[in-house]
């Protein structure tokens, strides 16, 4: 299983040097978690469980899932 630690996803925060930009617009608040754990039951199994929030650093707002250690589901 690849990746089965666990992990975080981050949305907002620059691919080569991880400085926090910010997200443009609404569309991670408008995401329906329900809708992302649906597409990745699609590609793996036993499927994570997955949990989004976001926090604001220095005035930008960064969003994230989370999903848990799967090994802890077997």
Known sequence: ????????LFFGVG??????VGLYDD????C???RVTQQVK?????TPNFVKK???????T???FMWNNM???L
């Open 71 to 73: 090994n802890s589901l």
């Open 32 to 34: 329906d978690i329900s």
């Open 42 to 46: 699609n590609y793996l199994a036993p």
């Open 27 to 30: 569309l991670f608040e408008e």
């Open 1 to 8: 299983m690849a990746n089965n630690m666990g992990g975080f």
């Open 54 to 60: 976001s926090i604001t650093i220095d005035d930008k």
């Open 62 to 64: 960064v969003g994230f």
């Open 15 to 20: 691919d080569d040097d991880c400085e926090v």
